[in-house]
């Protein structure tokens, strides 16, 4: 996500006062005079510096002019005054103000010097203007002013604390002190984008991070922070909590307006931030600085607030270009909940440990839902689409079922007649993401590593024999793959990841996982999530060192496939579906869209599966339609696994292959005759039949003057009519494979010789 620039800070506003000259008469052994009291009296006169970007006073306004706020004296402050001598601590009268000038920069005021401060000794003067909440006091020894933050005002509505230390060592009739002010202050600029007014008096900075610190001093529970001035510390102390005055700070629809807290800083650097109102957090943030607030300056932030996020921008109130705040808002929440859930998942009971997170995170304000659904994590955004964090069966319970699947067991094509281009095969095999062994009752099963070998010796197979196989695997299953790759194929083969997410009624989304790790590109094609075309599978597996891992592919729906194909992409197609849930929608969402684009046959599975019987099973049917043989001949045989056991989630399943339409039948136009070698006599006549094709067929005959040949149907006549040899092609004008009939025809007649009689005389 895009950084801001570095926060501003203005450093000729608050700067450090140098306001009170107290004046009297030149004399250097000025005797002050006494009231009836015992008490004496000095007569201050206060002025500010020239200076008008130097702020002091109570009151604040905003300059016309730059971002420094104008501080000025006003008729209705008052110094509340203390006094230290030889560490004791006393209570003086507060002072008005008068003779305030004009431009509200100079005052003067009466200072009245308690009976117990002996005036012709050394003493420290420390005076209080603006301090809220408990005010100062004295308290077991100590001058306490109250430092608990003055949060989320309005410029008009704030009175900046503000104070001075003056050490006395000799009455004189002139004085001087310093004011300074006692903290930082937070301006927040607000412009209010929505359509309707928001109140604004809960908006302040927040740092960002469970382990962030807070760079101010603040109230805890039964604590407030004091300053005591002597020390120049903050101390924590156990105070009652005053109740805080109601207040608005409304933004009209379209305006903007400034919000200032003020507070006193820590010795620390500011950590990465946000903004913060009620419950709701900024959707970006601002980088950690390098250095922390000081007391007396002032900081800027602007934001914006669209009616449902708050956007850190520049001081013009822009966006950076193609910032969307909605995306943000997403992001920033997602980085808080996927480091849970991938742990959870990872977890020795990752089904409790996933419900867990849904119930944490339910009450987010940008998620529309989050819960624990049969095998996976599924969240909803309401401006996004869907995650998941699925969990995957390691192996199956049962020995009984493993059986055949163990890592010696021999998978081979048992396809032996010739092949052509026709039938195009598309193998997808995502699986070879994941490469771990699997035990089970001290005994090793097919590694991912070992399944990919295999799978790689049946495509190799079928390639060896002239098979047309589109071998796609890992990261090659891009989401770009998936968008236009799959058409044109009359077999798809799919070995992945898959979940069912229930909507309503029983039906709802199908997702298949690519190969491709979520990036950056999904940034590119955030319409597609939000329509719930694609949606992120964080996906429970092991690397090649046996450890588990979480990995986020990308995943898509039926929804994606129905945008992305038209009718006819998939003609006359067979689909296998090897990923778990794959046809558990009961109203077959998934199958439909395949069907409507053409395809004749889905098949795959109504619920969890072991991923090896998967894999299996795709080898017993495809090396039985490469046979020739149809798909209903192929499930009643008893090499499939058409039910099998798996323990999961706590739940005993038994997964049932499945098909749609499921009175349908498949298999391929594989172009197969009866023979393809015939013996005839001159005259003799056979008949020849094609067993297997799509029934649009041709032939052609090298050799007319040895045989006759026609064709009627699937039936070719062939007649010997002289002696030789002949080949007849046969020819499927839809696939285009071609077959050979080799006919040999002897010749009828013999050959012979006269032998002569031999004679003799008698």
């Avoid at 495509?459 to 098979?467: D, P, S």
């Avoid at 898959?498 to 590119?524: M, Q, R, V, Y």
């Amino acid at each position: 996500m895009k950084k801001f620039k570095q926060m501003r800070y203005i450093s000729t506003i608050f700067a450090t006062f140098m306001l009170l000259l107290l004046t009297g008469c030149a004399d250097s052994h000025f005797v002050p005079e006494q009231n009836v009291n015992n008490e004496y009296t000095i007569v201050v006169s206060a002025r500010m510096p020239s200076d008008n970007n130097v702020s002091s006073r109570v009151s604040l306004e905003k300059s016309s002019e730059s971002l420094a706020l104008i501080a000025k004296w006003s008729e209705n402050d008052k110094i509340k005054m203390f006094f230290a001598q030889e560490g004791n601590v006393f209570e003086g009268e507060e002072a008005t103000l008068y003779d305030i000038s004009q431009d509200g920069k100079r005052c003067s005021f009466n200072i009245t010097v308690p009976q117990s401060v002996n005036v012709y000794a050394p003493f420290d003067l420390y005076g209080f203007c603006g301090i809220q909440g408990l005010g100062v006091c004295i308290n077991n020894g100590k001058i306490l002013a109250d430092v608990t933050p003055i949060e989320c005002r309005e410029i008009a509505q704030l009175s900046a604390p503000v104070w001075f230390n003056a050490s006395v060592r000799e009455i004189s009739k002139e004085i001087s002190a310093d004011f300074s002010h006692l903290g930082s202050y937070e301006v927040i600029h607000v412009q209010n984008n929505s359509s309707e007014e928001v109140d604004m008096s809960k908006c302040r900075l927040a740092p960002f991070g469970n382990d962030a610190v807070k760079w101010y001093h603040s109230r805890s529970e039964g604590y407030r922070p004091f300053f005591n001035p002597v020390t120049k510390e903050v101390e924590d102390l156990q105070a009652q909590h005053s109740a805080p005055g109601n207040h608005t700070l409304k933004i009209a629809a379209g305006q903007s307006k400034a919000i200032v807290s003020w507070y006193v800083p820590k010795a620390v650097n500011i950590p990465e931030f946000q903004l913060q109102l009620d419950d709701k957090l900024s959707v970006n943030t601002k980088p950690a600085k390098d250095f922390g607030m000081r007391a007396g300056r002032a900081y800027y932030v602007f934001g914006v607030w669209d009616g449902q996020h708050l956007t850190i921008t520049d001081d013009d109130f822009s966006l950076p270009e193609g910032f969307d705040p909605t995306m943000a808002a997403i992001i920033k929440v997602h980085e808080a909940i996927d480091p849970i859930a991938s742990e959870a998942l990872l977890s020795d009971n990752p089904e409790e440990e996933l419900k867990k997170v849904a119930e944490q995170f339910k009450d987010n304000p940008e998620i529309a839902t989050i819960e624990f659904d049969r095998d996976k994590l599924a969240l909803k955004y309401k401006n996004g689409g869907w995650v998941f964090w699925l969990m995957i069966p390691e192996f199956l319970e049962s020995s009984k079922e493993t059986m055949g699947f163990r890592s010696n067991s021999t998978w081979e094509l048992k396809s032996d007649f010739g092949a052509n281009q026709y039938p195009k095969i598309l193998v997808l095999d995502h699986l070879r993401n994941n490469g771990a062994s699997r035990w089970h009752d001290g005994q090793q099963f097919l590694t991912s590593a070992e399944s990919d070998l295999k799978i790689d010796s049946v495509v190799n197979a079928c390639k060896n024999k002239g098979f047309n196989v589109n071998y796609v695997s890992g990261s090659q299953m891009s989401l770009s793959f998936f968008t236009s790759e799959l058409k044109n194929y009359d077999a798809i083969f799919i070995n992945t990841h898959g979940s069912f997410k229930t909507e309503k009624k029983g039906s709802g989304l199908t997702w298949l996982a690519t190969g491709e790790i979520i990036n950056e590109e999904l940034f590119d094609r955030i319409e597609e999530w939000k329509n719930d075309e694609i949606s992120v599978m964080g996906c429970r597996e092991k690397d090649k060192n046996g450890e588990w891992q979480t990995k986020r592919f990308f995943s898509i729906s039926q929804i994606f496939l129905a945008r992305n194909y038209r009718y006819g992409d998939f003609n006359n197609s067979f689909i296998y579906l090897g990923a778990c849930q794959g046809m558990m929608d009961e109203n077959d969402g998934l199958s439909k869209v395949f069907v409507i684009k053409g395809a004749k046959k889905i098949v795959g599975y109504n619920n969890t599966i072991w991923q090896y019987v998967g894999i299996a099973n795709w080898v017993s049917i495809m090396d039985g339609l490469l046979s020739g043989k149809s798909y209903n001949d192929i499930y009643e045989s008893s090499k499939l696994k058409k039910k099998h056991y798996v323990f999961f989630g706590g739940e005993e399943l038994y997964p049932d292959l499945v098909s749609y339409p499921a009175d349908t039948d498949f298999r391929f136009k594989i172009l197969k005759l009866n023979t393809t070698w015939i013996k005839l006599s001159v005259g003799d006549e056979r008949t020849v039949e094609i067993s297997g094709g799509s029934g649009n067929y041709s032939i052609s005959n090298n050799n007319d003057n040895v045989v006759l040949a026609s064709l009627l149907d699937s039936i070719i006549t062939l007649k010997g009519v002289f002696n030789g040899k002949a080949v007849i092609t046969v020819t499927d004008n839809e696939t285009k494979r071609t077959e050979t009939i080799t006919v040999t025809v002897p010749s009828i007649g013999g050959s012979g010789s006269v032998v002569d009689v031999p004679g003799r005389d008698l």
